[in-house]
């Protein structure tokens, strides 16, 4: 198989792999060579994958989607992190999680006051 990795603005991973394991929002999973073509949306986690010299390598990484067509997999995320030690690692997915609530927190804010602001808008025209 063949794994890209990309993260805004450029290309982290693009090599040949022979097993990507990685956790999706029902639960984790590893994809094979011969693994039928697959999607999925990836929640923020640890992606692990053995390149094709059986090394394991280890990558932090945040919401994305990862797609395998065929021999090609193709992930997308907003920030990805690799490093030797699991422990490291999960700090950093503690804090992108943290990121990530915070981010949606002022979404939601914002969204109200905007459902607000639209009731407001039609109270005035019914005036």
Known sequence: MHMKL??????LIDEPVQKISAEAENGSFTLLPRHVDFVTALVPGILSFIDENG?????????????????S???????AFEGRELGSLNDIVAGLSDV?????????????RLEANIVRHFIELGK
């Open 6 to 11: 990309l993260v805004p603005r450029k290309t």
């Open 55 to 71: 090394t394991e390598r280890l990558l932090a990484i945040d919401k994305g989607v990862l797609v395998k067509q065929a021999d």
């Open 73 to 79: 997999v193709l992930v997308s995320t907003a920030n």
């Open 100 to 112: 990530s609530e915070e981010h949606d927190r002022i979404a939601r804010g914002a969204l109200a």
